[in-house]
């Protein structure tokens, strides 16, 4: 069984600040990661994913996360943060094959 | 362009009275994912198809059927919605599915109220 926890429903940031959004999962298999965005009224959209290799993952848009096995964490950061960031982050596992097992998602919000 | 399509996007239906929910691609992609989303919540695989393979989720509702006459459409049937199926159904597709090396590709979504 796979699970996954996203600490905090909502996350403040001020622009230009770093943006950090947490991750942790449950996974009896090597785990695959993602993080998706869900700007208002929009689908789901792949920011990043961990497969394999090198455990630091660069994605779209500026952010990137860090696989760490020892503290089974999938963390989202992006140096700095802009108004157009504000939106919905939802990190998934995954066992490799068809199902994607979500986190509840944090809402990003970014003020000037 | 629109990649995945989802009609209608908003869907209000009464207690019992059944609904569908369509999807459509434009990527030709091999398969389709129904996910239910409620407020506040993850989104929840409901169903699969591989091609015209069906594969259901252990924990889906009886009352949730689905249909994929061809590549291009997938339609999700609540056959007597209640209270509690009112949520985001959220249609997406994967060239394969093995997501180590496919992405799954998320269309709009349709926000259904059971009243």
């Known amino acids: 069984a796979q699970s996954v926890t996203q600490l905090g429903s909502h996350v403040s940031v001020s622009e230009g600040a770093l943006v950090l959004l947490r991750c942790n999962y449950s996974?009896?298999?090597?785990?695959?990661l993602f993080w998706y965005v869900q700007y208002p009224n929009q689908g789901l959209q792949l920011l990043l994913k961990?497969?394999?290799?090198?455990?630091l993952v660069k994605g779209i848009n500026g952010f990137e996360a860090e696989f760490k096995k020892s503290e089974t964490s999938f963390h989202l950061t992006k140096p700095s943060a802009h108004m157009s960031d504000a939106a919905e982050y939802f990190c998934?596992?995954?066992?490799?094959?068809?199902?994607?097992?979500f986190g509840k998602g944090t809402m990003l919000l970014v003020s000037p | 362009d629109a990649m995945v399509i989802q009609n209608p996007r908003y869907q209000v239906t009464q207690f019992g009275k059944p609904v569908t929910l369509s999807c459509s691609q434009t990527?030709?992609?091999?398969?389709m994912y129904w996910y239910q989303q409620k407020s506040s919540q993850a989104p929840k695989l409901l169903f699969h198809?591989?091609?015209?393979?069906?594969?259901n989720e252990a924990d889906t509702p009886d009352n949730f059927q689905s249909r994929r006459p061809n590549t291009s459409f997938c339609f999700l049937d609540i056959r007597s919605p209640g209270l509690g199926d009112t949520a985001m159904y959220l249609c997406?597709?994967?060239?394969?599915?093995?997501?180590?090396?496919?992405?799954?590709?998320f269309g709009p979504g349709t926000r259904l109220l059971v009243l």
């Open positions: 997406a597709t994967s060239r394969d599915a093995s997501l180590i090396q496919e992405t799954q590709y």
């Open positions: 996974s009896s298999v090597p785990p695959y």
């Open positions: 961990y497969t394999t290799g090198a455990t």
């Open positions: 998934a596992v995954s066992s490799g094959y068809s199902t994607l097992t």
């Open positions: 990527l030709n992609h091999n398969v």
């Open positions: 198809y591989y091609d015209k393979d069906f594969n």
